[in-house]
Nanobody, 127 residues
Framework: QVQLVESGGGLVQAGGSLRLSCTAS????????MGWFRQAPGKEREFVAA???????????RYADSVKGRFTISRDNAKNTVYLQMNNLKPEDTAVYYC?????????????????WGQGTQVTVSS
C-alpha cells in the first residue's frame, strides 16, 4: 500500500500562484511515476502533469496542453514528495487536485492506470 497526502490548495485570484505538495509513504519502492489529476464538478477526472519517480530516472515530465507553460511538476526523492507549481492560474483551473502513483515504465495520462490516490485538495480560482 502507498499513502498519499496532498496539501497546498486554496483560494486565489486569477493570475495568482499556488504550489501543491504530495508526500508519499508506505511501499513506494515500486512507484515509477507520480502524477497530478484534477476533477471539476460535473466533469471527468483529467490529467494535469506527471513525472518519472525512480531515483535513477532523469525526471521525465509530461503536461496537459491546457497547463503547459504555466504549471511545473518537480520531485524531491529524499522527501518522497512531488510538487506542482501553478502560475498564472485561471478560473478554469478550479477543481479538486489529486496526486496519484503508477508503476509503468512510461508516463500514462489515463487515470485508471494509476494505482494509489490521495484524498485531493481543492483549488479555487476567482475571476
Amino acid at each position: 500500500q502507498v499513502q498519499l497526502v496532498e496539501s497546498g490548495g486554496g483560494l486565489v485570484q486569477a493570475g495568482g500562484s499556488l504550489r501543491l505538495s504530495c508526500t508519499a509513504s508506505g511501499r513506494t519502492f515500486s512507484t515509477t511515476v507520480m502524477g497530478w489529476f484534477r476533477q471539476a464538478p460535473g466533469k471527468e477526472r483529467e490529467f494535469v502533469a506527471a513525472i518519472s519517480w525512480s531515483s535513477w530516472s532523469d525526471g521525465n515530465t509530461r503536461y496537459a496542453d491546457s497547463v503547459k507553460g504555466r504549471f511545473t511538476i518537480s520531485r524531491d526523492n529524499a522527501k518522497n514528495t512531488v510538487y506542482l507549481q501553478m502560475n498564472n492560474l485561471k478560473p478554469e483551473d478550479t477543481a479538486v487536485y489529486y496526486c496519484a502513483t503508477d508503476r509503468r515504465s512510461y508516463i500514462s495520462t489515463y487515470y485508471p492506470d494509476y494505482d494509489y490516490w490521495g484524498q485531493g485538495t481543492q483549488v479555487t480560482v476567482s475571476s
